[in-house]
């Protein structure tokens, strides 16, 4: 068996206490005349609390060894006649016998608690490596949802500007060719222009910098979810309708990381599209409301899909739960933290399809003095 069972590392410090208080009561003990019979029994008494302190700090070895030299040097006649005891032994036996009963019992107590700890620490090692595994495999995750939430809105930019540079190629030619030239130029100016407001508009959306906790303006908030969720549908060919629904004031605040709350919108967006491409259905709609109340922003994202499985509605926020192929099981749940953080609540149902709702905190004319 492991020497961690038997002995307890104890700090040195203690030891040497313990050391110079023994050879202190021992000196005076040997020092005092035999007949003041009361100072021997208190010199005595005073041992034990070494024979504690011992036990305490070392273990059952540090029990039985500062019992044994402290028996040895107070009572050694009774090792030496230990098979031949006279009645006049009789009080130093029962002396030594408690002695050792005293060291044995507080040594394994301490001993009791010194594994209890061992296992404490050794079970918070495991439990802080596998949080630091956690963390460091939900970054993962999350950058990956981010990778896939970006090569839908590629393909939605490519759409939105495919067009755009076929107009220009064809006013091109035109020029070319000397056909019409003012009426192709007013072509060119405004495809350019078309272009430059999109590149505009991607480019506020895309906003990328440190992590900061900020107002944010709920229309113009809104209005950068919609723009990207149209260009997601637009690169699907799905021909997927979106219906929008803000009806907040122009002032309207929130505050937050802008960019952590677009991700846990654009995961549910994807969830939302990608059901909706797996669905044979020919009418196919992404709602999107958001609504003012008193104290809290109310956005609603709703499909006509399937819907959400009333057996599988309460795991669908659970790490590495999913129902897709090739989904990573986090997309829903790093949205779930997301709004946790920023105290505000997400909330899955079925109607006509799912509906995800998420609430979040109006600032507070405190907070948007800031």
């Known amino acids: 068996m492991s020497i961690k069972n038997y002995y307890i590392p104890g700090n040195k410090f203690v030891g040497i206490f313990s050391l110079i208080f023994f050879l202190v009561i021992m000196f005076f003990h040997h020092t005092t005349p035999?007949?003041?019979?009361?100072?021997?029994?208190?010199?005595?008494?005073?041992?034990?609390?070494?024979?504690?302190?011992?036990?305490?700090?070392?273990?059952?070895i540090g029990g039985i060894l500062a019992s044994f030299v402290i028996t040895i040097s107070y009572a050694p006649n009774i090792y030496f006649n230990i098979f031949e005891l006279k009645?006049?032994?009789?009080?130093?036996?029962?002396?030594?016998?408690?002695?050792?009963?005293?060291?044995?019992?507080a040594a394994f107590y301490s001993q009791k608690l010194y594994l209890e700890k061992i296992k404490v620490q050794n079970a918070y090692k495991k439990l802080e490596a596998a949080t630091e595994e956690k963390i460091r495999m939900e970054k993962e995750f999350a950058k990956s949802e981010k990778l896939r939430a970006l090569g839908q809105l590629s393909a939605g930019i490519a759409h939105e500007i495919r067009n755009p540079l076929a107009s220009l190629k064809s006013a091109a030619k035109l020029i070319k060719s000397g056909k019409n030239i003012e009426q192709l130029t007013d072509i060119l100016v405004t495809?350019?222009?078309?272009?430059?407001?999109?590149?505009?508009?991607?480019?506020?959306?895309?906003?990328?910098?440190?992590?900061?906790?900020?107002?944010?303006?709920?229309?113009?908030?809104?209005?950068?979810?919609?723009?990207?969720?149209?260009?997601?549908?637009k690169s699907t060919n799905e021909n997927i309708k979106i219906i929008e629904n803000y009806q907040c004031d122009e002032n309207a605040q929130i505050k937050g990381d802008i960019n952590n709350l677009k991700q846990a919108f654009i995961n549910i967006f994807l969830n939302s599209v990608e059901e909706l491409k797996s669905n044979n259905s020919d009418r196919k709609i992404i709602e999107f409301a958001v609504n003012c109340e008193d104290e809290k922003?109310?956005?609603?994202?709703?499909?006509?899909?399937?819907?959400?499985?009333?057996?599988?509605?309460?795991?669908?926020?659970?790490?590495?739960?999913?129902?897709?192929?090739?989904?990573?099981?986090?997309?829903?749940?790093?949205t779930s933290k997301i709004i946790s953080e920023h105290e505000g609540d997400l909330k899955i149902s079925n109607n006509n399809g799912a509906q995800f709702t998420i609430s979040l905190k109006k600032a507070t004319d405190e907070d948007t003095a800031c």
């Open 34 to 60: 035999s007949d003041f019979s009361i100072i021997h029994i208190v010199h005595y008494y005073m041992l034990y609390i070494i024979v504690i302190i011992m036990a305490m700090n070392y273990g059952l």
């Open 191 to 233: 495809e350019i222009d078309r272009l430059n407001s999109f590149i505009e508009r991607f480019l506020q959306y895309a906003r990328f910098g440190r992590i900061e906790n900020k107002n944010i303006f709920i229309k113009n908030f809104y209005m950068e979810l919609l723009e990207w969720l149209k260009l997601a549908t």
């Open 87 to 105: 009645h006049y032994h009789l009080r130093s036996f029962v002396e030594v016998l408690m002695m050792y009963t005293l060291g044995i019992f």
């Open 297 to 334: 922003i109310i956005f609603c994202i709703k499909d006509n899909g399937r819907g959400i499985s009333e057996n599988i509605k309460e795991k669908i926020f659970e790490p590495f739960f999913t129902t897709k192929e090739s989904g990573s099981g986090l997309g829903l749940t790093i």
